[in-house]
């Protein structure tokens, strides 16, 4: 039967609700064949228009910020514009409104998403490769760890930062990312290891090279897609994430787009919408472009399966 | 590093082997490469847990000298807890939060959407699918004002409404009168692909030949549909009801942008109300104590959630 557990998804709960670690699936399996014809084209045609009722309700607030962010007179209401403009792009496409933000994101969601892979890669090694009693126990605290809604309580991360002297440090909340996205990523990437048959690196054994050496020259070339599959689900799940730099980065000149976007039109009075989407659009093009990226890599089912299989 | 270039893997006698120094010195070698995982995650995860079970019984503030200085409490923020009317009515919020857009509405919209993928034809599939999911690749911040501006009082919602129904019938400012009903119907609108996905895979591992079977037999499609396929998913469901569930209990971003709790508290599920405690009124101990209850809610479903998946770990 189907097998289809989402530990990919897991990390959602870990990370707050961000786009973490899509569980790479097309919905385009062929379907079923059908009996009876005439049957089937009636299903079909009704299919496809409950189909196109819910892209409509989808479609829409989607729309909203296209068409605002080149719409001179962007209102809260979805309109096509009359005199489409890039005003609205080059009035945000400032230093201080867009490209420091940009940068603080790639910063932390790029170290965020560079720690945990390293550190994930070396975790999985002897996960995957010695039998030990500690393992089960090991995983079973990474599968607990991977669905606790851990940035649900960020108030006592708040205080346990303060007491540490952490906060307002770049370096704390990549950390502090990092750690709530490795339960996701070590079980991942355990099971995209266990798929590397054990018999090359035998072979190296018996060449008198280290398991570190093994994992460095053959275990990690081979799995490349993999990582790379884990490494883009951290950083987009980072890029998203408002709730975590916004407790944890209290000066603007660290603070990462999420947060940025938040105080710089979440708190004025009138509220430029224009500009609100069309920094939107610059701040959401390269996850959106990051996710078809995971799809060609992943192809298809890959990632979901490697997540999954145990 | 060290593991010996004997240690053929899997070698379950040698690593488990105690009492000689030998064997130890391989274990700990073997483990070595766990120490950065098991360091962070003591420190940032373990960290965060112990330290909110510690801090919701001190009084700490968020500035004054109750800030450095915070007394041990014991017990009191869980008393003023439970005799608060406002956290009885955060937690309902919090439990209809999530029945209403994870158990019901992200799960049975998932499924129904997968259904009719596999049902339509031609290039709408691909084209909805698409959408379904860009709401759910998009960063939370941006899919959050795009939802703001949908419900506003001036938005595309009372727009149509005001087009359908005529005159009076777009006038409802959706985000101050039903600020419930908008932040789950926002979160349906978000999370939906992910349940969509699953179910669209767990769907496509159903073997035809026995919907046939029965259809040969005689099944109505939705005799084929409630005693065939859904029987057969019940672990696919299973687990995506849970986590689901998890994520949805962690949601804050979406509420907190579109109506920040309010108006008053009467949108603030349970993260909502320990922020607001902590940073509006700068009652950290007491916001430290909700948070706890929340963990303590997440572990519980997550403890399912680990049980059900006893089987890929051994």
């Known amino acids: ?310 | 590093m060290s593991a010996p270039a004997g240690a053929t893997a899997p070698a379950p006698a040698r690593a488990t082997g105690r009492g000689d120094g030998g064997g130890r010195l391989v274990l700990l070698a073997r483990l070595a490469p766990l120490a950065p995982t098991v360091a962070l995650m003591l420190v940032f995860l373990a960290g965060p847990i112990a330290y909110a079970l510690y801090g919701s019984l001190t009084n700490t503030a968020l500035s004054g000298y109750r800030a450095a200085d915070p007394e041990f409490v014991g017990l009191d923020n869980y008393s003023t807890l439970v005799s608060s009317g406002e956290f009885w009515q955060s937690a309902w919020l919090t439990l209809l939060f999530v029945l209403a857009s994870a158990v019901v509405g992200q799960n049975v919209l998932g499924m129904v959407v997968a259904l009719l993928l596999r049902a339509a034809r031609g290039p709408l599939r691909s084209l909805v699918s698409g959408l379904v999911v860009t709401a759910w690749v998009l960063p939370e911040i941006v899919a959050a004002f795009a939802l703001y501006a949908f419900f506003s009082g001036d938005g595309t919602l009372n727009a149509v409404l005001g087009l359908v129904g005529g005159e009076g019938a777009g006038g409802t400012a959706w985000l101050v009168t039903f600020p419930m009903t908008a932040v789950i119907l926002a979160n349906v609108w978000r999370g939906t692909a992910f349940s969509m996905m699953v179910y669209g895979a767990a769907l496509a591992e159903v073997p035809p030949d026995l919907a046939e079977a029965a259809a040969l037999d005689g099944a109505s499609g939705r005799q084929r549909f409630f005693r065939i396929t859904l029987p057969l998913l019940r672990r696919s469901i299973g687990t995506n009801l849970m986590l689901t569930t998890l994520q949805t209990l962690g949601v804050f971003t979406l509420i907190w942008v579109m109506t920040g709790g309010g108006p008053g508290t009467s949108s603030s599920t349970l993260p909502v109300l320990a922020f607001q405690e902590a940073f509006r009124f700068g009652q950290v101990g007491y916001g430290t104590a909700i948070a706890v209850v929340t963990l303590v809610v997440g572990a519980l479903f997550a403890t399912v959630y680990v049980r059900v998946l006893k089987p890929e770990v051994d």
Request: aromatic fraction near 10%.
């Open chain 1, 1 to 310: 039967m189907a097998d289809t557990r989402p530990t990919a998804g897991a990390s959602a709960g870990a990370a707050g609700r961000t786009p973490a670690a899509p569980p790479v699936v097309v919905p385009d399996a062929p379907p079923a064949p059908r009996l009876t014809s005439p049957q089937r084209r009636g299903t079909s045609v009704a299919a496809n228009l409950a189909l196109a009722v819910v892209g409509v309700a989808f479609l829409v607030p989607l729309a909203w910020i296209l068409l605002a962010s080149v719409d001179p007179d962007a209102t809260v209401s979805v309109s096509v514009p009359t005199r489409p403009t890039l005003e609205h792009f080059s009035t945000v496409l400032t230093y201080d409104l867009t490209f420091l933000p940009l940068w603080n994101s790639l910063v932390v969601s790029g170290g965020a998403a560079l720690v945990t892979v390293v550190v994930a890669t070396l975790a999985a090694y002897p996960l995957s490769r010695y039998r030990m009693r500690f393992n089960r126990s090991f995983m079973y605290v990474i599968l607990f760890g991977s669905c606790l809604p851990i940035t649900a309580i960020m108030v006592p991360v708040y205080a346990l930062f303060v007491a540490l002297g952490m906060l307002d440090s770049l370096l704390g909340t990549v950390l502090f990312l990092a750690a709530t996205s490795l339960p996701m990523a070590v079980w991942m990437l355990k099971n995209f290891m266990d798929g590397v048959p054990v018999s090359l690196e035998e072979a190296a054994w018996v060449d008198g090279a280290s398991a570190m050496s093994a994992l460095r020259r053959i275990v990690v070339p081979l799995m490349r897609p993999g990582i790379a599959v884990v490494f883009i689900f951290v950083f987009t799940q980072a890029w998203g994430n408002f709730f975590v730099p916004f407790v944890l980065l209290l000066d603007p000149a660290k603070q990462p787009a999420a947060v940025s976007i938040f105080t710089f039109f979440g708190t004025q009075g009138a509220i430029a919408y224009g500009q609100l989407a069309a920094f939107s659009v610059l701040y959401a093009t390269p996850v959106l472009a990051l996710y078809l990226l995971v799809q060609r890599l992943a192809g298809g089912s890959f990632a979901l399966a490697g997540s999954v299989k145990g």
